[in-house]
Nanobody, 125 residues
Framework: QVQLVESGGGSVQAGGSLRLSCAASGWTYRPYCAGWFRQAPGKERETVAIISTASGGTHYVDSVKGRFTLSLDNANNTLYLQMNSLKPEDTAMYYC??????????????????WGQGTQVTVSS
């Protein structure tokens, strides 16, 4: 049974940093795509960053480029999101997710069939 567990969320002031982690258990798919998504109250869930293990390619939403860095420890099935220069508009519930087939690039949110429970990130001004 696949399980994704996020950690590392919290409350920080604008300009601060957080590092999110997503540990996967029961995961045997190779290659695959994995990523981070976020959802703020009253808004739709949006893609933050995605990585393809097949190509090593990454995709970031424009609003986080240059501030967030996605990395993957493939041997330990752990996905990270380093978030620097955080802004109040980054406040949201952050979710990690995995797409076991990764048949298109970048994948759509609907391609991700496995999701974690989310970790809250709150950035105060």
């Amino acid at each position: 049974q696949v399980q994704l567990v996020e950690s590392g969320g919290g409350s920080v002031q604008a300009g601060g940093s957080l590092r999110l982690s997503c540990a996967a258990s029961g995961w045997t798919y190779r290659p695959y795509c994995a990523g981070w998504f976020r959802q703020a109250p009253g808004k739709e869930r949006e893609t933050v960053a995605i990585i393809s293990t097949a190509s090593g390619g990454t995709h970031y939403v424009d609003s986080v480029k240059g501030r967030f860095t996605l990395s993957l420890d493939n041997a330990n099935n752990t996905l990270y999101l380093q978030m620097n220069s955080l802004k109040p508009e980054d406040t949201a519930m952050y979710y990690c997710a995995a797409d076991p087939y990764c048949i298109r690039w970048p994948p759509s949110i609907t391609d991700f069939g496995y999701w974690g429970q989310g970790t809250q990130v709150t950035v105060s001004s």
